[in-house]
């Protein structure tokens, strides 16, 4: 079975920190791109940073340049979202994602992405 799970979401006050973390199982997530997306409830869906398959590609949607990191970690075949300074915008449900990349690129547009994860809730109130 092929599946991504989100975790390391959670409560955390303004300017705090958390570390998400995507696990695939069912399948090696080498040769596959992943993103990260969230939504806020009455919002829709944004893409927050991607990073292709060999890693040279990374981006960011521009409300989290300076304070969210992403990274792949090839041998526990896992993903991960670093994100500092956090703000009660950036309250929403967190869920990866993995498309086939076979030219080392990443899309924060949903859309070419074909596996989800179910979500993690991030919070950020004081």
């Known amino acids: 079975q092929l599946q991504l799970v989100e975790s390391g979401g959670g409560l955390v006050q303004p300017g705090g920190s958390l570390r998400l973390s995507c696990v695939a199982s069912?399948?090696?997530?080498?040769?596959?791109?992943i993103g990260w997306f969230r939504q806020a409830p009455g919002k829709e869906r944004e893409g927050v940073s991607c990073?292709?398959?060999?890693?040279?590609?990374?981006k960011y949607a521009e409300s989290v340049k300076g304070r969210f990191t992403i990274s792949r970690d090839y041998a526990k075949n896992t993903a991960f979202l670093q994100m500092n300074d956090l703000k009660p915008e950036d309250t929403a449900v967190y869920y990866c994602?993995?498309?086939?990349?076979?030219?080392?690129?990443?899309?924060?547009?949903?859309?070419?992405?074909?596996?989800w994860g179910q979500g993690t809730q991030v919070t950020v109130s004081s």
């Open positions: 994602a993995a498309v086939r990349d076979s030219e080392n690129i990443c899309f924060t547009d949903a859309v070419p992405y074909y596996y």
């Open positions: 990073i292709s398959s060999g890693g040279i590609m990374t």
């Open positions: 069912g399948f090696r997530v080498d040769y596959y791109s």
